[in-house]
């Protein structure tokens, strides 16, 4: 299928292998311009993409120098398309054009005090000294041939440089992240003055191709699909629910081991912005069942995927037939970021369905295949999605199972639905819920012992967790104010019998994660 964007002009995004390679495809995204990311082996097929108007060259970990160092083909260099190389890429253009490296005495890492010299295309507008962040080992000691510095830092003398006749251009340091103060503007100094694209990537447009290309795709033929009541399942049900009204059908699986009063909730939801109401499956003593005395993390993944595809199945076997399976995956679920040396993007089963599509055996309707979370939310406010269900925080598919440490049971998941619930609803009274990416609680595999009252207790222990995070793949611990914790582990302790204390969780992702299992 051919996704909504893909007869867009773009920016394609070369990854050498950075951490935050994909944030520079975001940041374009940002200031609407599409664009993708593409493994640094795909540069032949890049380069020859009459859509594409510009090339960003990423950062990567290795050095330019070391054997077997990622490269390109000579073409590239000659192939009239607007450069702009960030770090490693940096080197590559400036080793390749003739320019001279110097190895790293020791890697440079962190904020820097950058100097413009020439503003030129990337800093026209900016304030001359600027914070930016560096995170490099070895740095360009001699221009190539046609290039002029733009920019120093105490550091190094070319922090930016470019030969804006070429359309080449290149940084050390890291415009993508955050710490970059005016990194955005850079980014889009590049797409939209050095490769003059002025195609803007919106919302708006974006409904209306997707709409129109699943009616190509789907034809006559009616389509299934799972929801969840999250952001990205009830973005892509509303689209495709547009896009081919009654020959939708959506179910919504409920699993047991949701959050307290989530099934309810979510059918609300949904038949309120639906055409038709969705087939709701109450499976919960089936999951339960088929739970019981199992502890381990991933046995308990594995227990509730299948489970859902065998609930799945039987439940819609008598509503067929149809000729597709649509589904909410994004583009970070289909890009394997670091393995830039295999194929050009590696397809993840999506977590929440795994197996589904094999099984189902019908064809996809991804409309979401291509968009960022961020962008999803914006889509969703087109289609007037209400703020309150785009903004819930990401649930996980294996649900409370994966809070739960130990064996998942009835008694437990309704223990933990309690304590979570008081959580949240404390988190939304305080005006913290928005400004929180992703909280909830964890009841602990341990009993500690308190005192209610005249008695000595020994009860459970349960955890609180809420993180800040761009995009879940790193985050930090939220730093919630001390009266809002005193009144939610109050309130837990009060309110739910077999609970005597409440602890915070102050571990950042990495090395922890977000979920305890
Ligand atoms: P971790 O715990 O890996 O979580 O830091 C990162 C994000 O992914 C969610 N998560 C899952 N989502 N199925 C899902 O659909 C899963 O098995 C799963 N495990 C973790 C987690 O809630 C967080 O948003």
Same mark, same amino acid.
């Given at each position: 299928?051919?996704?909504?964007?893909?007869?867009?002009?773009?920016i394609?995004?070369?990854d050498?292998?950075s951490?935050v390679?994909?944030l520079?495809?975001?940041?374009?995204?940002?200031v609407?311009?599409f664009?993708?990311m593409?493994?640094?082996t795909?540069?032949?097929?890049?380069?020859?993409?009459?859509?594409v108007?510009?090339?960003?060259?990423?950062?990567?970990p290795?050095?330019?120098?070391?054997?077997?160092?990622?490269d390109v083909?000579a073409e590239?260099w000659?192939?009239?398309?607007?450069?702009l190389?960030?770090?490693?890429?940096m080197?590559?253009?400036?080793?390749a054009?003739?320019?001279r490296?110097?190895?790293?005495?020791?890697?440079?890492?962190?904020h820097?005090e950058?100097?413009?010299?020439?503003p030129?295309?990337?800093f026209?507008?900016q304030p001359?000294?600027?914070?930016?962040?560096?995170s490099?080992g070895d740095?360009?000691d *001699?221009l190539?041939?046609? $290039?002029?510095a733009? %920019?120093?830092t105490?550091?190094i003398?070319y922090a +930016? !440089? /470019?030969?804006? #006749?070429?359309?080449?251009?290149?940084?050390?340091?890291h415009?993508?992240?955050a710490?970059?103060?005016?990194g955005? *503007?850079?980014?889009?100094a $590049?797409?939209?003055? %050095?490769?003059?694209l002025e195609?803007?990537w919106? +919302? !708006? /447009?974006?409904? #209306?191709?997707?709409?129109?290309e699943?009616?190509?795709q789907?034809g006559?033929?009616?389509v299934?699909?799972?929801?969840?009541?999250g952001?990205?399942?009830?973005?892509? %049900?509303t689209?495709?629910?547009r896009a081919?009204?009654?020959?939708?059908?959506?179910?919504y699986v409920?699993?047991?081991?949701?959050?307290l009063?989530?099934?309810?909730?979510v059918?609300?939801?949904?038949d309120?912005?639906l055409?038709?109401?969705?087939?709701?499956?109450?499976?919960g003593a089936?999951?339960?069942a088929r739970?019981?005395?199992v502890?381990?993390p991933?046995?308990k993944?594995?227990?509730?995927g299948e489970?859902f595809?065998?609930?799945?199945?039987?439940s819609t076997r008598?509503r067929?037939?149809?000729?597709?399976l649509?589904?909410?995956?994004?583009?970070?679920?289909r890009?394997?970021?670091?393995s830039?040396h295999g194929?050009?993007?590696?397809?993840k089963?999506?977590h929440n369905?795994?197996?589904?599509?094999?099984r189902?055996?019908?064809?996809?309707?991804?409309?979401?295949?291509?968009?960022?979370?961020d962008e999803?939310?914006?889509?969703?406010?087109?289609?007037?999605?209400?703020?309150?269900?785009?903004g819930?925080?990401?649930f996980?598919g294996?649900?409370?199972?994966?809070r739960?440490?130990g064996?998942?049971t009835?008694?437990?998941?309704?223990?933990l639905?309690?304590?979570?619930h008081?959580f949240?609803?404390?988190?939304?009274r305080?005006?913290?819920?928005?400004?929180?990416?992703?909280?909830?609680?964890?009841?602990?595999p341990?009993q500690?012992?308190?005192?209610?009252?005249?008695?000595?207790?020994?009860?459970?222990a349960?955890?609180?967790?809420a993180?800040t995070?761009l995009?879940?793949?790193?985050?930090?611990?939220?730093r919630?104010?001390?009266?809002?914790?005193a009144?939610?582990s109050?309130?837990i302790?009060?309110e739910?019998?077999?609970?005597n204390?409440?602890?915070y969780?102050?571990s950042?992702?990495?090395?922890?994660t977000?979920?305890?299992?």
């Amino acid at each position: 299928m051919t996704a909504p964007g893909h007869d867009h002009p773009k920016i394609v995004v070369l990854d050498f292998g950075s951490q935050v390679s994909m944030l520079i495809a975001r940041r374009l995204r940002e200031v609407q311009v599409f664009s993708e990311m593409r493994p640094y082996t795909a540069w032949r097929e890049v380069l020859a993409d009459p859509l594409v108007a510009g090339i960003v060259l990423s950062g990567g970990p290795a050095s330019v120098s070391d054997p077997g160092a990622p490269d390109v083909g000579a073409e590239l260099w000659r192939g009239g398309k607007p450069l702009l190389g960030i770090c490693y890429g940096m080197q590559l253009m400036c080793h390749a054009l003739g320019g001279r490296l110097a190895p790293a005495a020791n890697r440079e890492y962190g904020h820097a005090e950058l100097e413009v010299l020439e503003p030129d295309a990337l800093f026209a507008g900016q304030p001359a000294r600027q914070p930016v962040w560096m995170s490099h080992g070895d740095r360009v000691d *001699a221009l190539p041939p046609g $290039f002029q510095a733009l %920019a120093r830092t105490a550091e190094i003398p070319y922090a +930016a !440089a /470019a030969d804006p #006749a070429r359309g080449f251009y290149c940084v050390q340091f890291h415009p993508e992240v955050a710490h970059t103060r005016h990194g955005l *503007a850079m980014i889009e100094a $590049f797409a939209r003055r %050095a490769c003059r694209l002025e195609d803007r990537w919106t +919302a !708006a /447009a974006f409904v #209306a191709e997707a709409v129109a290309e699943i009616r190509d795709q789907v034809g006559r033929e009616r389509v299934l699909c799972a929801v969840s009541g999250g952001v990205d399942s009830t973005v892509m %049900a509303t689209l495709v629910d547009r896009a081919v009204g009654d020959r939708l059908h959506a179910v919504y699986v409920d699993n047991g081991v949701m959050r307290l009063g989530e099934s309810d909730q979510v059918q609300r939801d949904l038949d309120s912005f639906l055409q038709r109401p969705i087939q709701r499956v109450d499976a919960g003593a089936v999951f339960l069942a088929r739970l019981a005395g199992v502890t381990a993390p991933e046995r308990k993944r594995k227990i509730i995927g299948e489970t859902f595809i065998d609930v799945f199945t039987e439940s819609t076997r008598e509503r067929g037939p149809f000729g597709f399976l649509a589904q909410g995956t994004l583009y970070p679920d289909r890009i394997e970021s670091h393995s830039i040396h295999g194929p050009s993007s590696v397809i993840k089963t999506h977590h929440n369905v795994g197996g589904l599509p094999e099984r189902l055996g019908f064809a996809l309707v991804e409309p979401l295949r291509d968009l960022f979370k961020d962008e999803v939310r914006r889509v969703g406010r087109e289609l007037g999605i209400p703020a309150s269900l785009l903004g819930r925080h990401p649930f996980p598919g294996p649900g409370l199972a994966v809070r739960i440490l130990g064996e998942v049971t009835a008694a437990r998941v309704s223990l933990l639905q309690r304590a979570d619930h008081i959580f949240i609803e404390e988190l939304r009274r305080s005006g913290q819920y928005d400004a929180i990416w992703q909280a909830g609680a964890i009841l602990l595999p341990v009993q500690s012992v308190g005192v209610m009252g005249d008695q000595r207790t020994y009860e459970n222990a349960v955890a609180l967790r809420a993180v800040t995070s761009l995009d879940g793949m790193t985050a930090d611990w939220a730093r919630i104010p001390p009266d809002l914790l005193a009144r939610v582990s109050n309130r837990i302790i009060n309110e739910v019998p077999g609970v005597n204390r409440v602890v915070y969780d102050v571990s950042s992702k990495p090395p922890s994660t977000i979920e305890w299992e």
